[in-house]
C-alpha cells in the first residue's frame, strides 16, 4: 500500500508547482549563515597544518595574543573532546599530532577577519615530521605507520562499526552469500579487473559558516549552515555534555550540502571559541581553500572486482574488494565502507558473492558522506567490469545486464528478496537504452579525427540510516484556513519543502497557495528529524507530513462535527471547509475552525488546530558482522544511464554528444523540480567523471584546492543534449508510491563515459577522471604499443 | 581612509573607506546588501557579480575606491516596488533555483548581458554565464531561463502582450 490520497483525485502531488523559496531567492532576500549577523561577533580565523604527519612541539601565541582587537586564541590542548557521529576519532583543533595538511591547528577570534589573519602571523608552531602513510593499500599493511594509535578506545556505534585496534582499519564491512570460491573456480569465463576513484569534493557554493554563542547557565545558540539541525544537537549534547534542551540550533537558507554539511562541522569550534570569549558570538566561515583542504572531502577507492560467468552469460560469482582512503578520520566514511559492502554487487542477482569493504586511515583530508555515499565509486568498478565481461562472452552490455539485473524472485547479496515493489531494473535499462537508439550505430562523427561511441551504466542505491531513523512533522491550522507545515529536514536546493507543501494542500483539501513550510529550522520548535541526508527526506518527510494533515483533519472533524449535530465519520472535508457528508450547505469553512468554533450564541468548542505526524524505518537490520546478510536498506531506487560520447583522437578531447538518465522514482511528486535535480546530478557526475580529483605531492600536499587547479562543470561543460525518463512502479509505504532519486542522477555517469569510451577508442580506462589530458595520454600509450 | 561617492540601485551613497576594502566587503558589510553572494572571495565563482557602470564585474576583485564616482547595481535593485522583473521571474518559471547562493550573481550576469544583447544565442547565454559556477542546477533551467526572459522582454516591446507589470525604466538601457 502506498501512502497519501488516492492518484485519480490528486491536484498537486505530481505538478510542477515552482519552488516556494524561488522568491527569496532570485531576489537577494534569502539570509544563508553567511549573511548573519549577530550583535557583538567575533571573526576567525585558522591556522592549518603544512605538513600531512607531525607532532606538534611547541605553539607560540603570545605576539597574536598581545595583538589588539584579538579576543581569544585557541590550540588543541586542554579542548579534551572527541566528535564524531559513527566513530568518534576527531578533535575540535589538533591535539599532539596533525594527522593530514590543511588540518586546523590554532583558531583566532578577533573583532575583525583583518585582525584575526593579522594575528595568525604572528604565531609559531614548531613541527617535528613523522611518517606520512598516504596510500590505503600501504596503510593496511602489518607494521605500517599508524594515524591512530589510540583506536581501541575511540567510542563509535557497537556491533555496526568493527574498527580493528592495532591497524589503520577504521571498519571492514564483510558480505558472504553462497560460495564464492567454488563458484568462481568452476565459471566458464573469469575477469579480474582494478579500478581507482580519486577524492573529490562537493562544492557547496555557500561555504561552511557558523556562529555560536556561548549563553550564560550553560547554554549554547547556533546558527549553522548545516544539514542537520538535530544531530548537530545531539552530537555537541554528547561531546560537551550538555542537555540536548540547552542546546539550540537555527539553520537558515543553505548555499548547498550534498552530504558536506551532514554530522558535525565548524559548530564545535565557534562554540568553544564563544565560551573562551567570555560568551560573545564568534562566526567561523570556511575559506574557499578550507573547503577544499580542511573540511572533508569524498574518499578515495581502490576496488577490485572479479567475477565468474557461465558461458550463457550468467553471473555464478562476484567478488568485490573495496578500499576506502577514508584520510585521516572516518566518523562517517565507515559507514560509507558499509553502505559500499551491502550495494557491493551492483544491482544484480548473484548466488555466489564475497565483499570485502575496508575503511582505512591515511594522513590525507577525511572523508565524508557526499551524494551517492560512496555508490559513484563502486558502480565505477562495477559498471565497468560488467562491460568487460560481456566483451569476454561476445555479449551486447545492456542484453547481458537484462540476463543478470534482479527480477521478482530473486535476492539481494544480503539476503533480501526482490519483489515488484523494488521498482524495474530492466524498466530503467531498457529505457535509458532505447532513449539512446542503442541499437542504431552512432552518426558520424563531425570532423576528421573524432570516434564516437555509446556506453551504458546501472545504478542503485538505498537510504544509508540507522536502523532507527525517524522523523516528525506538525501542522498548524491558520485563522484563515491555510496552514504552517514545521519540519526538520533542511531544503538546502533539493526543493523538498515545496513537495512538502503539495502534500499537505492535497491531504488537507485546502489551496496550494495557502499552504507553506517554515523555512528556517529551529530545534526548540521544529520537530525531529534525524538528518537531511540519503535521499530520504521527500519519502520519511512526506509520509509524516500526510499522517500530520490526517490529524488535523481528525481534529476538524470532530469539532465540525459537534458544531453540526453529527457524528465526526459523517464530516467530509474539500475546499478548506468541512461539511455534512452530501450536504454541501452545511459548510464550514476551515477559518472558523481553526482556532476553535463560537456558536451564534457566543459558546465555543475546540482549539487550535494542530497535526502532529511521524515516521519511523521499520523492519532494518543490523548486517550480520561475519555474512553481513540482513536488511540495510527501508527502499532501493534503480536507473540506468545511456550516453553517447565523441572524442577527439589527437587532443583527447571528449563531448557528451547525448545522456539519457532513466529512474524508477515510484511516483514523480514535482516534475519540475525532480527534473531539475537529475539535471544537476548528472553533470554533477560529469565533473566526476572528466575533471575532477585531488593530487598530492609524495609529501602528502594537497596541490589542487581552488577553483583554478580543480575544475568543476561550467555552463561550457554540458552535453549537447540530456534526456529524463521517470518509471513510475510504485513503492510500497512511499508517500503516492515515491521513493527518493536525490543522489542517484550522480551515480554511474562515470562508468557510461567509460564505457562508451571503450565503445569509441577500444580502450579501458580504470581510473578516474576521464580528463583530457588521461584520455590523450592512454591513446598514445595505446599507440605506442602498438607500434 | 578614502572618501568615495557612488550609486547603488539609484540611491546615492557617500561612505569612508579603507584603501584595502573590496567592492563586495563594501556591499555587504557596510551597506547590508547581502543578496551579494561571496563563494570564494578571489574572482573565481561569480556569486558576488554585480554591475559596475552597467558591466558585469566580481566584486570580490573590485576595489570600492574604484567604485568612486560609478554606478552599481546589485540583485536588490531588480526587485522594483515589490515586484520581481521578467528576470527574477524566469528564473522561479524555468526552475532555474535551487540552493539559491548562485542565483543573484547568476541574475546579473544574465541582466548585463541582455542590457547589451537583448536577444541573445544560446552560445551567447552560455559565454555570459562561464564564469558563474553552480553546484546545484546543471545550468540547463538557467540558460532556459534567461532565453526565457529575453523572449518575455521581446514581448513587452510588444504591447499586444504587455503583462501587468510596469515596465522597469532601464530594460533596454544602453548605459554600459
Not at chain 1, 562541522?265 to 564563544?274: D, H, K, N, Q, T
Not at chain 1, 542504431?440 to 563531425?446: E, M, V
Not at chain 2, 552597467?54 to 568612486?68: H, K, Q, S, Y
Not at chain 2, 522594483?80 to 540552493?99: E, H, M, T, W, Y
Request: hydrophobic share 40%.
Amino acid at each position: 500500500m502506498t501512502k497519501g490520497q488516492p492518484m485519480a483525485d490528486l491536484k498537486f502531488v505530481g505538478k510542477g508547482i515552482s519552488r516556494e523559496d524561488g522568491v527569496d531567492k532570485v531576489s537577494g532576500s534569502a539570509r544563508y549563515t553567511h549573511d548573519l549577523v549577530v550583535p557583538g561577533m567575533l571573526h576567525t580565523a585558522v591556522i592549518r597544518s603544512p605538513h600531512a604527519s607531525a607532532r606538534i612541539v611547541s605553539i607560540e601565541t603570545d605576539a597574536a595574543e598581545a595583538l589588539p582587537g584579538v579576543r581569544v586564541v585557541l590550540t588543541g590542548e586542554g579542548l579534551c573532546y572527541r566528535l564524531g557521529l559513527y566513530m568518534q576519532d576527531k578533535c575540535i583543533l589538533a591535539r599532539e599530532v596533525v594527522r593530514y595538511q590543511g588540518e586546523a591547528v590554532v583558531a583566532v577570534a578577533a573583532d575583525t577577519l583583518d585582525i584575526a589573519r593579522a594575528a595568525c602571523q604572528l604565531i609559531e608552531i614548531e613541527y617535528a615530521l613523522n611518517e606520512a602513510i598516504l596510500d590505503p593499500r600501504d596503510a593496511m599493511q602489518d607494521g605500517a605507520h599508524l594515524v591512530h594509535p589510540d583506536l581501541d578506545s575511540y567510542d563509535h556505534m557497537v556491533g555496526v562499526f568493527f574498527p580493528k585496534a592495532g591497524t589503520n582499519v577504521a571498519h571492514h564491512q564483510k558480505i558472504r552469500k553462497g560460495d564464492f570460491d567454488d563458484a568462481f573456480e568452476s565459471a566458464d569465463v573469469k575477469l579480474s579487473a582494478s579500478f581507482y576513484n580519486p577524492p573529490v569534493q562537493h562544492v557547496p557554493m555557500e561555504t561552511h559558516a557558523t556562529i555560536a554563542q556561548a549563553l550564560p547557565g550553560d547554554r549554547i545558540e547556533l546558527w549553522t549552515s548545516s544539514q542537520s539541525p538535530y544531530t548537530v544537537r545531539h552530537l555537541m549534547s554528547v561531546a560537551f555534555g550538555m542537555p540536548h534542551a540547552s542546546i539550540r540550533v537555527h539553520v537558515p537558507y543553505v548555499g548547498g550540502g550534498f552530504g558536506g554539511k551532514a554530522g558535525l562541522g565548524l559548530e564545535p569550534l565557534a562554540y568553544v571559541l564563544s565560551r573562551s570569549a567570555g560568551g560573545q558570538p564568534v562566526k567561523v566561515v570556511a575559506t574557499r581553500e578550507e573547503e577544499f583542504n580542511t573540511l572533508p572531502s569524498r574518499q578515495g577507492l581502490h576496488s577490485t572486482i572479479e567475477i565468474g560467468c557461465s558461458k550463457a552469460g550468467e553471473i555464478e560469482a562476484l567478488k568485490s574488494t573495496y578500499v576506502w582512503d577514508a584520510g585521516a578520520y572516518a566518523d562517517y566514511g565507515v559507514n560509507i565502507g558499509r553502505a559500499a559492502a551491502y550495494s557491493g554487487g551492483g544491482p544484480y542477482s548473484i548466488d555466489n558473492c564475497w565483499i570485502d569493504s575496508y575503511v582505512v586511515y591515511t594522513n590525507k583530508i577525511f572523508g565524508t558522506a557526499y551524494r551517492g555515499f560512496g555508490h559513484l565509486e563502486i558502480l565505477w568498478g562495477i559498471e565497468r567490469a560488467i562491460d568487460m565481461m560481456a566483451r569476454k562472452l561476445k555479449m551486447d552490455p545492456v542484453e547481458f545486464r537484462r540476463l543478470n539485473l534482479l527480477k521478482e524472485g530473486d535476492t539481494t547479496i544480503t539476503g533480501e528478496t526482490f519483489t515488484s515493489g523494488h521498482g524495474s531494473p530492466v524498466g530503467c535499462l531498457d529505457a535509458a537504452a532505447d532513449a539512446l537508439d542503442w541499437e542504431t550505430p552512432s552518426a558520424a562523427p563531425s570532423e576528421p579525427g573524432k570516434v564516437r561511441g555509446k556506453g551504458i551504466a546501472m545504478l542503485h542505491k538505498a537510504p544509508a540510516m540507522p536502523t532507527y531513523t525517524s522523523c516528525a512533522a506538525v501542522i498548524k491550522l491558520d485563522e484563515d484556513g491555510g496552514c504552517d507545515i514545521l519540519v526538520s529536514g533542511v531544503d538546502y536546493g533539493q526543493g523538498t519543502y515545496t513537495v512538502l507543501r503539495q502534500i499537505a494542500a492535497e491531504e488537507l483539501k485546502i489551496p496550494i497557495e495557502r499552504a507553506h513550510v517554515t523555512w528556517e529550522c529551529d530545534t526548540a520548535f521544529s520537530p525531529y528529524d534525524w538528518q537531511t541526508v540519503a535521499s530520504r527526506f521527500a519519502y520519511m518527510g512526506g509520509n509524516a507530513v500526510i499522517e500530520a494533515a490526517a490529524d488535523c483533519l481528525r481534529q476538524i472533524r470532530e469539532v465540525a462535527a459537534h458544531a453540526l449535530d453529527v457524528e465526526p465519520d459523517d464530516i467530509d472535508c474539500e475546499d478548506a471547509s468541512a461539511f455534512v457528508r452530501g450536504k454541501p450547505e452545511t459548510k464550514i469553512p476551515y477559518g472558523k475552525l481553526a482556532l476553535g468554533y463560537t456558536f451564534p450564541n457566543g459558546n465555543s468548542i475546540g482549539g487550535p488546530v494542530i497535526g502532529h505526524g511521524r515516521f519511523i524505518a521499520t523492519g532494518l537490520t543490523h548486517l550480520d558482522p561475519e555474512t553481513g546478510q540482513g536488511l540495510p536498506a527501508q527502499y532501493w531506487t534503480y536507473g540506468a544511464h545511456a550516453v553517447e560520447v565523441e572524442v577527439d583522437t589527437e587532443t583527447g578531447e571528449i563531448e557528451i554528444v547525448k545522456i539519457a538518465t532513466a529512474l524508477d522514482a515510484g511516483k514523480v511528486l514535482n516534475p519540475k523540480l525532480v527534473a531539475g535535480q537529475v539535471v544537476g546530478g548528472v553533470i554533477q557526475g560529469l565533473g566526476s567523471a572528466l575533471w575532477e580529483g585531488f593530487r598530492f605531492d609524495e609529501t602528502g600536499r594537497f596541490l589542487n584546492p581552488s577553483f583554478v587547479d580543480y575544475k568543476i562543470p561550467t555552463a561550457k561543460d554540458l552535453p549537447r543534449e540530456t534526456e529524463r525518463i521517470f518509471l513510475e512502479n510504485p513503492q510500497p509505504g512511499g508517500p503516492y508510491g515515491a521513493r527518493g532519486v536525490a543522489e542517484h542522477p550522480m551515480i554511474s555517469v562515470p562508468s557510461a563515459i567509460g564505457n562508451a569510451l571503450f565503445d569509441a577508442l577500444g580502450i579501458e580506462f580504470t581510473t578516474l577522471p576521464l580528463s583530457y589530458e588521461n584520455i590523450l595520454l592512454r591513446i598514445l600509450e595505446t599507440h605506442a604499443e602498438k607500434e | 581612509m578614502h572618501t568615495i561617492s557612488f550609486h547603488v540601485n539609484g540611491e546615492p551613497q557617500t561612505v569612508r573607506v579603507a584603501a584595502t576594502m573590496t567592492l563586495l566587503e563594501l556591499l555587504r558589510d557596510r551597506l547590508h546588501l547581502t543578496g551579494t553572494k561571496e563563494g570564494c572571495g578571489i574572482g573565481e565563482c561569480g556569486a558576488c557579480t554585480v554591475l559596475l557602470n552597467g558591466a558585469p564585474v566580481t566584486a570580490c576583485l573590485i576595489l570600492a575606491v574604484e567604485a568612486d564616482e560609478s554606478t552599481i547595481e546589485t540583485i536588490e535593485g531588480e526587485t522594483r516596488n515589490g515586484q520581481l522583473s521578467a528576470l527574477q521571474q524566469a528564473f522561479i518559471d524555468a526552475g532555474a533555483v535551487q540552493c539559491g547562493f548562485c542565483t543573484p550573481g547568476m541574475i546579473m550576469s544574465a541582466r548585463g548581458l541582455l542590457r547589451r544583447n537583448p536577444e541573445p544565442t544560446d552560445e551567447e547565454i552560455i559565454e555570459a554565464i562561464a564564469g558563474n559556477l553552480c553546484r546545484c542546477t546543471g545550468y540547463e533551467a538557467i540558460i532556459d531561463a534567461i532565453r526565457l526572459a529575453a523572449a518575455a522582454n521581446r514581448a513587452r516591446e510588444d504591447d499586444s502582450l504587455l503583462d501587468a507589470a510596469p515596465p522597469r525604466d532601464d530594460e533596454g538601457a544602453a548605459d554600459g
